[in-house]
């Protein structure tokens, strides 16, 4: 299959002018998502992409369907409305590590537990690249940027170890410098029932000199077959590992119900809301009634 007959339906008839500097990792992280988008066979209409503010924040822009780009940190509670409104589109979260672990942090504790059926894309380049390069969340202990100049002092962020700990049903980590297993594991992320984070590792090609693709490259490894992601313990004790950081699908189970299922106007009619007829008059009886 030739690479633009694939990622064809999800691109503009029109060159349209990248903000990203060359180079960058958020490419490949729209590379593998468009190509795992045409392999499902998701159509361009029943696509819904939601994001934030960030550099990461803006690859919904360059994907042809549907998006909502909405304020700092708050991709997730959209995208479970577009999900809640219409569960039969597909919904995918899509924004930085500062966005959806800093800003977004009070958002993404609840989603996990709230398990809606959402796949959630996190580019983490351990540094805001919109704004110059200050430390994220994620960034580690010593990480020096132009802000935190001594050095940072905070225990970073770990979106896995905290995911695996609130029963999350799928948690995965990829790495943007191999398109094809991101690829991959974005497509059984899509394809997966409940809420699904995808940690992708990125590097900063302008503000983060440390976390390069050579050091990645040193730094991951691919779990391997005998890995088995449905062992809870085993996921928690891959999630603490640091020197070298373990790549595919941690952690996932099916057991946890799923927001819509449990969503009290899908109980008894599937039909989706923008597809029900407005009956005010069961308003006023509503109100009526509690008068």
């Known amino acids: 299959m030739k690479e633009n007959a694939a990622v064809s339906p999800y691109e503009f008839d029109e060159p349209i002018d990248i903000a990203w500097c060359p180079g960058c990792g958020n490419f490949a992280i729209t590379k593998a998502l468009k190509l795992a988008l045409v392999e499902l066979g998701i159509r361009r209409e029943n696509l819904v992409m939601v994001s934030g503010i960030g550099q990461a924040a803006k690859s919904p822009h360059y994907i042809n ?3 909502f780009n909405g304020l700092h940190g708050r991709s997730l509670p959209a995208a479970t409305a577009v999900k809640a409104s219409n569960p039969g589109l597909t919904v995918i979260a899509e924004s ?11 958002h993404f504790l609840p989603t996990v537990r709230r398990n809606p059926d959402i796949t959630n894309l996190v580019h983490d380049n351990r540094v805001y690249g919109l704004t110059k390069g200050q430390a994220s969340p994620t960034a580690p202990r010593g990480f020096r940027t132009p ?22 049903s799928f948690v995965a980590r990829a790495y943007s ?26 590097p900063c090609v302008s503000f983060n000199k440390v976390n390069t693709y050579q050091w990645y490259k040193e730094h991951t490894y691919y779990l391997g077959d005998e890995y088995d992601p449905r062992d809870r313990e085993a996921a928690l004790w891959a999630s603490f590992e640091t020197e070298k950081l373990p790549l595919g699908i941690i952690y996932t189970n099916n057991d946890n119900p799923v927001f819509e299922d449990a969503f009290p106007l899908y109980k008894e009619n599937k039909k989706p809301l923008y597809e029900r007829t407005r009956d005010p008059g069961i308003l006023r009886a509503f109100l009526k009634s509690k008068v």
């Open 65 to 67: 369907a549907s998006f």
């Open 96 to 106: 930085g590590d500062g966005c959806t672990y800093g800003e977004g942090g009070g």
């Open 147 to 168: 802000v935190q100049v001594a050095g940072v002092y905070l225990e970073p962020f770990n979106p896995i170890a905290v995911s695996i700990a609130l029963n999350a």
């Open 177 to 202: 410098g191999d398109v094809e297993k991101t690829k991959e594991i974005m497509k059984k992320a899509i394809s997966h029932r409940g809420y699904a984070l995808i940690d992708i590792l990125q």
